[in-house]
């Protein structure tokens, strides 16, 4: 049967979860080989074998951490001349989509960005993407080439389907140009005990609505009885009140959890292209004419330093 | 020696406007107005910051779009750069991420370069992978997605916001760099500079200039295809209610009805 090469994200050999929902979409295709780069093939061939891997072919080199997306690139271009895959596919991160498109170039194939969705087609497989701030959906083939698709976290469920995953050693050879971008420093970002903000099953946001840092205890009250993780609008973030990597939308992240949660966010276009997918959406706003409200399958016209703690003891005696 | 920048800027349809796909399943560019992707004016700007801190530096503003592109064009002279280049031919109309890294690079390596300036993302495709593109296609190093560059001794350093850290990166020149919208807000052009814009030279090019084979981009040379797009159904119309007093237990009593709690 026809492969499928899934680019495994991990740190240090925990598999992350984007990773396991590419393997999902990669067994509707072919059968699954999962390429492993860095630290730790050895814990995550479980997980990806788990998960429907049947090979996990692994290297790893100090290049792949102290120089920038290019060994990367190298290693899987040397996976795909080994494998002969029918498709790639990559976690849609920004490092994960830079790798994609400079493999596509290499292997002479399109490349398609930011997939929600995945199906086999007579013409290969068929990527469902969501544009213009997902006003529309659209879908795409790879017309020339081994088809390279990067996928957004929460597009297909995680499913057990256990295969041999075997782990082999990939040979890679570095080119010149793997060198070229140095990683001087890295400080690795403070775990907040809360899920990652892309593959939260639940996400509770704040905007200028809250009103100051301090403020952001209320909407992480929250988060914390629900389980979710918490998001800001670029006014929070700009703002100084919560940090840029929680930020939502067109230049933050986006997000496509079960529940959507927006507090104080007016819902303009740029927040609404990275949150429009969720598959609830409430939002709590003192304006009943904020444009958010026309997205919502519940909202509460309100003040949400009312609403929001209401809520979440609500919640709480709920949950017992 | 002087340091020579270009920067590539794209002509995007507003996104605030009501966007919409042609008939052909490309972006319908006559549905909105169009104008320089406010992402490329960060581009712009850290290109004007890094031409100030050199002994002398020369800024070229590239784009690859129709006659109207030239607004994009005349917007970042007007921000301060120093002169641009169009691109434009008909076969251009379609033309996938491979496509249009081609043309920027072949008219990249045209204008002559040190140092490669785009924004992180187009705010139409938003695909993100242009920069890398023209990084791969120009054999130099990508130092991509900054939220703080600086360039000196002919060396580009700077600082990547990423999922799991934080990193600073360094690389020789040349090299690309794209910067995020937190690198610092645009300028405003002034008067003076919109003035001044008016008088500062655009080179246009078409694909034969450039020796590109118009097979090479377009829909028909795209390697890529797009079989139909269909506008997201308007969500039903949801509950809303007023809060008085009661907003956050009837909102509990919803979630609890959509069982999330
Ligand atoms: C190129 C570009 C990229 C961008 N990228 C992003 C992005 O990634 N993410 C993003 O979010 N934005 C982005 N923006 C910014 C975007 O256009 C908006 O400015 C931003 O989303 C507004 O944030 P907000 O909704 O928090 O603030 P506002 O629009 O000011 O809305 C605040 C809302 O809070 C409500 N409110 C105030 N007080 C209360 C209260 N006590 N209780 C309840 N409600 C209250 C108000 O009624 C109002 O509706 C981008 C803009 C550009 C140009
Ligand atoms: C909704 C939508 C989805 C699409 N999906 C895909 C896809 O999956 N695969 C695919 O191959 N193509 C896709 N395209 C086509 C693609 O967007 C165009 O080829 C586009 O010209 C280049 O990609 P981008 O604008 O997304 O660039 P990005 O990579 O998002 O742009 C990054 C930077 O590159 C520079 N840049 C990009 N284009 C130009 C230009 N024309 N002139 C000057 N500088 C420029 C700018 O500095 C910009 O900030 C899509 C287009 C649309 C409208």
Redesign the pocket.
Known sequence: MAEVLVYVDHVDGAVRKPTLELLTLARRIGEPVAVHLGPGAESAAPVLAEHGAVRVLAADAPEFADYLVVPKVDALQAAAAAVEPVAVLVPSSAEGKEIAARLALRLGSGVITDAIDLEAGDQGPVATQSAFAAAFTTRSRVSRGIPVITVKPNSAPVEAAPAAGTVEPLEVTFGPLATGTKVVARTPRESTGRPELTEAAIVVS??????GAENFSVIEALADALGAAVG???????AGWYPHSN???????SVSPQLYI??????????R??MQTSKTIVA????AE?P?FDLVDYGVV??????VPQLTEEVKARKG | MSLRIVVAVKYVPD?TGDRHFAEDLTTDRDAVDGLL???DEYAVEQALQIADAADDAEITVLTVGPEDAKDALRKALSMGADKAIHVEDDALHGTDVIGTSLVLAKAIEHAGYDLVVTGMAS?DGTAGVVPALLAERLGIPQVTLLSEVSVADGKVTGRRDGDAASEQLEASLPALVSVT?QSGEARYPSFKGIMAAKKKPVEALDLADLGIDPADVGLAGAWTAVDDATQRPARTAGTIVKDEGEGGKQLAEFLASQKFI
């Open positions: 704040g905007g200028r609505g809250v009103n800001a609008s670029r006014a929070a973030v700009d930020q939502v939308g067109q230049t933050g992240k927006a507090n104080g966010i007016s819902g303009a276009i740029q927040h292209a990275g709590v706003n003192k304006d904020a958010i309100g003040d949400l330093f009312q609403v | 996104a992707s406010e992402l705010t919208d």
